[in-house]
């Protein structure tokens, strides 16, 4: 816990001094201290450990017996770095990488993910700022494979970064879950487990499908937490824990957009980068099913209300309609539908997708606004809600 915090810390720090250079995300990559590769996989073969920065393909480093979390960590910076990549170090289990060859600004996060039997535990963190438009929250972890059956017993553990706002001002805190798993368990029955637990902490959970870190080809079903069921935006995750062997992919991200499911970008009108208003959904977009989401406006109740919902993003502000205003979905493609907010200042939607093959993989976003009724009006927006369909 004591390296945990000293890291965040750290991280906290790294990111404020480089946000006036930062033109995309930062993103930090950590292998918690205290483990050793043992080269072989669950199956005896030989393992792999893997980084994958969204844009920029996989990137693997040797794995040879013994290799400590600092010696990965530090392998992992030389080779990025060799490769043109801006790379910071946060401490010694902890790269924070900044920018692509070149210069070119990261804008669609990254994961790491590992096959070595010695190698419990991964944390991947988005530093608390970046620049308008580009994805700044948000994280995912590996569900159980399918179909496994845990060999022993064990236990899941999830330590999350959350930005929350406490006496006017945002801070960071340390949200952790762990869930016992019993021996003879199977992954469906552990996976509700390890969501039940998420929610009953207070994370809005959505199931979704991830490119693998080590093989982008691959999709890996895993549970997205972009924010906490009050909206407050979550940074980064760590899991590991006491994982039955060949139970769990240990294949972890922040930052990313799922290749299916639903996810939050940008961030609603009111103070960054707390978002105020916030969306979410109740269910997963898939063909043939009706899609629930929502528009929540925190302290609004029983106003009229509206909402896009289209196929393209934008990112336009709009000081003159009111400070601070930001335009997240292109409305020339898009439909422009009325709803009004319920008594929990939420705007709740169900659209039906049709039965239509073709649908499958068609990205959807929304967004909603609420007019004020202050002196002077104020134009309230929600953040960008982005589903694709399965």
Same mark, same amino acid.
């Given at each position: 816990m004591k390296?945990?915090?000293?890291s965040l810390?750290?991280?906290?720090?790294?990111?404020?001094?480089?946000?006036?250079?930062?033109?995309g995300?930062?993103?930090c990559?950590?292998?918690p201290?205290?483990?050793?590769?043992s080269?072989?996989?669950?199956q005896?073969g030989? *393992?792999k450990?893997?980084?994958?920065?969204?844009g920029?393909?996989?990137?693997?480093v *040797?794995v040879p017996?013994g290799?400590?979390?600092e010696g990965?960590s530090?392998?992992?910076?030389?080779?990025?770095?060799?490769?043109?990549?801006?790379?910071?170090?946060?401490?010694?289990?902890?790269?924070?990488?900044?920018?692509?060859p070149?210069g070119?600004?990261?804008?669609?996060?990254?994961?790491?993910g590992?096959?070595?039997?010695?190698?419990? *535990?991964?944390r991947?963190?988005?530093?608390p700022?970046?620049?308008q438009?580009?994805?700044?929250?948000?994280?995912n972890?590996?569900?159980?494979?399918?179909?496994?059956?845990?060999?022993?017993?064990g236990?899941?553990q999830?330590?999350?970064?959350?930005?929350?706002?406490?006496?006017?001002?945002i801070?960071?805190?340390?949200v952790?879950?762990?869930?016992?798993?019993?021996?003879?368990?199977k992954?469906?029955?552990?996976?509700?487990?390890?969501?039940k637990?998420l929610?009953?902490?207070?994370?809005?959970?959505q199931?979704?499908?991830?490119p693998s870190?080590l093989?982008?080809?691959?999709l890996?079903?895993s549970f997205?937490?972009?924010?906490?069921q009050?909206?407050s935006?979550?940074?980064?995750?760590?899991?590991?824990?006491?994982?039955?062997?060949d139970?769990y992919?240990?294949?972890?991200?922040?930052?990313?957009?799922?290749?299916?499911?639903?996810?939050?970008?940008?961030?609603?009108?009111?103070?960054?980068?707390?978002?105020?208003?916030? *969306?979410?959904?109740?269910?997963?977009?898939?063909?043939?099913?009706?899609f629930?989401?929502?528009?929540?406006?925190?302290?609004l109740?029983?106003?009229?209300g509206a909402?896009?919902?289209?196929?393209r993003?934008?990112?336009l502000?709009?000081d003159?309609?009111?400070?601070?205003?930001?335009?997240?979905?292109?409305?020339g493609?898009?439909l422009?539908?009325?709803?009004?907010?319920?008594?929990?200042?939420?705007?709740?939607?169900?659209?039906?997708?049709p039965?239509?093959?073709?649908?499958?993989g068609?990205t959807?976003?929304?967004?909603g606004?609420?007019?004020?009724?202050k002196?002077?009006?104020r134009l309230?927006n929600?953040d960008?809600?982005v589903?694709?369909?399965?």
């Open positions: 390296h945990l915090i000293s810390l750290f991280v906290s720090l790294l990111s404020t001094a480089l946000l006036a250079q930062q033109k995300q930062c993103l990559l950590e292998f201290s205290g483990q050793k590769t080269g072989k996989d669950s005896n030989k *393992s450990v893997g980084i994958s920065i969204g920029f393909g996989s990137h693997f *040797s017996v290799t400590t979390s990965l530090s392998a992992f910076e030389k080779s990025l770095k060799a490769k043109g990549f801006g790379v910071k170090r946060a401490d010694k289990t902890t790269i924070c990488i900044v920018s692509g070149g070119k600004p990261l804008t669609k996060g990254g994961g790491m590992s096959t070595d039997s010695g190698i419990t *535990s991964l991947s963190q988005l530093c700022q970046a620049p438009g580009v994805k700044a929250r948000g994280a972890l590996p569900k159980a494979k399918k179909n496994a059956v845990a060999s022993k017993s236990k899941v999830i330590d999350a970064t959350v930005l929350k706002k406490v006496g006017g001002k801070v960071q805190q340390h952790q879950v762990q869930v016992p798993i019993q021996k003879g368990e992954a469906a029955d552990v996976d509700k487990k390890v969501r637990a929610e009953k902490t207070g994370f809005h959970v199931e979704v499908e991830m870190a093989d982008e080809k691959i890996v079903p997205g937490v972009d924010q906490m009050d909206g935006p979550l940074q980064g995750i760590g899991f590991g824990g006491q994982l039955p062997p139970f992919p240990l294949d972890l991200g922040a930052g990313r957009t799922p290749a299916f499911g639903t996810t939050n970008q940008g961030f609603g009108q009111g103070t960054l980068p707390f978002p105020t208003p916030f *969306s979410g959904s109740y269910g997963e977009p898939s063909v043939g099913q009706p629930p989401f929502f528009h929540a406006f925190p302290g109740a029983s106003l009229p909402f896009l919902l289209g196929t993003p934008l990112e502000r709009i003159a309609l009111t400070p601070g205003f930001d335009l997240l979905v292109d409305p493609q898009a422009f539908l009325l709803a009004p907010l319920d008594l929990a200042g939420r705007m709740n939607v169900q659209i039906p997708i039965q239509k093959p073709g649908l499958r068609l959807l976003m929304t967004q606004f609420v007019l004020e009724p002196t002077p009006l309230r929600s960008r809600l589903t694709t369909i399965r």
